[in-house]
């Protein structure tokens, strides 16, 4: 038997040893979770006794996480927006910046006072945009779309924890191709990596994360490429769309977008001062 102190000890050296720059604190994490322990109640406990199996457990899951193995795929949860989500190898790890188009989205629908917002995500991955929208805005109703079937299952059973399943429906499609009604909000986080990056990314991105959400042809822009005309087809006429940015891509989305037909009147940025969301509406006719 050792005690957690011991424990966490142990696990830290090895987060350490592989390079990780936060060994402590990740190693209370993965104790929590293979001891099914909040945070808090890690920290009150370095006296308790952790069993043989459950310390077993706790060295497997350090090792794997000093080789960079996500953290998230290894607890199997993220949190965004102040919610916890599922996520697989199949979904993107949810990142605090598209928190920025959650933040724009709701300051539109209550600015324009939607009773019952439409709420259209294409690329839904984990549901992280879509759920954490439909928590805030109880009369709304929403689809996310996805071309993975792996990540809609896992969209599902976040609607399901979080309580929005009657009111998030998910379809599977590239893009907007399932769909034929028109939406009040349409948010998308589309993969905009250029595949000429992939090299120099993060391990824990490059080697773990699912290609179909990261890379989008060389240059970074094919996915809004292709999902612009779908924004053009789906929105309705008074409504807005919220486009994640990828660094230094804004302008080049802009350009896209008015190319098909959608006028960005808003580029909104993150917590790290870069322009993470993008907004558009139809262009006005005439
Ligand atoms: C960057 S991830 C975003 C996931 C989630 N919305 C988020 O913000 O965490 C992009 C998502 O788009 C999906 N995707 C990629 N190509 C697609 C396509 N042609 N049609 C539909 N979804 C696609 C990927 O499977 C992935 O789930």
Redesign the pocket.
């Known amino acids: 038997m050792a005690s957690v102190e011991q424990a966490l000890r142990q696990a830290a050296s090895l987060l350490a040893g592989g390079g990780i720059a936060d060994p402590r604190h990740e190693a209370r994490i993965l104790l929590g979770h293979v001891m099914g322990l909040t945070r808090e109640q890690v920290l009150l406990r370095h006296q308790s006794s952790m069993d043989a199996p459950q310390m077993a457990n706790l060295i497997g899951l350090a090792r794997r996480r000093a080789a960079h193995e996500p953290i998230a795929y290894l607890t199997g949860a993220r949190e965004f927006w102040g919610l916890s989500f599922d996520v697989t190898r199949d979904?993107?790890?949810?990142?605090p910046d598209?928190e920025t188009l959650i933040e724009a989205a709701l300051r539109f629908a209550n600015r324009a006072a939607l009773n019952s917002p439409r709420i259209l995500?294409?690329?839904?991955?984990?549901g992280?945009?879509l759920i954490s929208l439909l928590t805030e805005l109880p009369s709304a109703e929403g689809v996310g779309?996805?071309?993975?079937y792996a990540?809609l299952a896992v969209a599902r059973r976040n609607a399901s924890r979080h309580g929005v399943s009657a009111r998030a429906h998910f379809a599977a499609?590239?893009?907007g191709q399932a769909v034929a009604q028109h939406f009040d909000l349409i948010i998308a986080?589309?993969?905009?990596i250029a595949a000429t990056a992939r090299a120099g990314l993060m391990p824990e991105v490059r080697d773990h994360e699912?290609a179909?959400?990261?890379y989008a042809g060389a240059r970074g822009d094919e996915?809004y490429t292709?999902i612009a005309p779908e924004v053009l087809r789906l929105l309705a006429p008074s409504g807005c769309a919220f486009v994640?940015l990828g660094a230094g891509l804004g302008d080049r989305v802009a350009t896209i977008f008015r190319a098909a037909g959608l006028a960005e009147c808003e580029r909104r940025k993150d917590l790290a001062g870069i322009a993470r969301c993008g907004v558009f509406k139809r262009e006005r006719i005439g």
């Open positions: 979904t993107l790890i949810p990142r598209s995500d294409l690329g839904t991955g984990s992280c945009l779309t996805d071309r993975s990540a499609g590239s893009w986080n589309p993969p905009y699912p179909e959400a990261l996915a292709a994640e």
